[in-house]
């Protein structure tokens, strides 16, 4: 606004004013039209965003989530192990990693990242169903109940029912 305000009173500057703001704004357009392309789809913008913002964690946790669902696993895991290098503080990138590890049977490699998801946020219940889920596949009833126990005892009631399934499945016999 001063700049305009003091270009009014000046004929040249005002000129110049003006071919600076069409200068910059069809710059604008260029780089708008020619970034369009990238916009195609979920993959095409999750990979360009990887080669335009390489240090950002949020950039590597889309590419691996998108990685997932093209059914790319071990590429996925590299994306969400990155992405744990650049920040370490997201429960949601751990979980889906451990997902992923669920998925192709190693609840062994899960149960770490699930725990570590829950030491950043104590409240996601998803999450400790899923990890009571890997206990309990390995074998680790106590640790599954105590899991089970400590969501009821925050009011979550709807693990007295995975409680139950638990001690059905820790029952001889069930093993």
Do not use: M
């Not at 910059?24 to 260029?30: D, F, I, M, R, T």
């Not at 780089?31 to 950039?59: C, E, G, H, M």
């Not at 190693?106 to 149960?111: K, N, P, T």
């Not at 109940?145 to 820790?170: H, M």
């Amino acid at each position: 606004e001063r700049l305009l305000a003091f270009a009014r009173s000046r004929p040249r500057l005002r000129l110049a004013v003006l071919a600076a703001v069409v200068v910059v704004a069809g710059a604008g357009l260029v780089q708008s039209a020619a970034r369009q392309p990238v916009w195609k789809d979920n993959t095409t913008l999750f990979a360009q965003t990887i080669r335009d913002a390489p240090r950002s964690y949020w950039a590597w946790r889309n590419w691996g989530g998108d990685l997932v669902l093209q059914g790319r696993l071990d590429s996925a895991k590299v994306a969400y192990h990155h992405s744990l290098e650049l920040y370490d503080r997201d429960p949601t990138v751990y979980d889906d990693l451990a997902g992923i590890n669920r998925r192709q049977g190693h609840c062994d490699v899960a149960i770490p990242l699930l725990h570590k998801a829950l030491e950043i946020d104590s409240t996601r219940y998803q999450t400790v169903a899923r990890l009571i889920g890997c206990l309990v596949t390995v074998h680790d009833y106590a640790d599954a109940r105590a899991e089970a126990r400590r969501a009821i005892a925050d009011g979550q009631k709807a693990f007295q029912s995975l409680l139950a399934l638990v001690d059905s499945a820790a029952a001889p016999g069930h093993q």
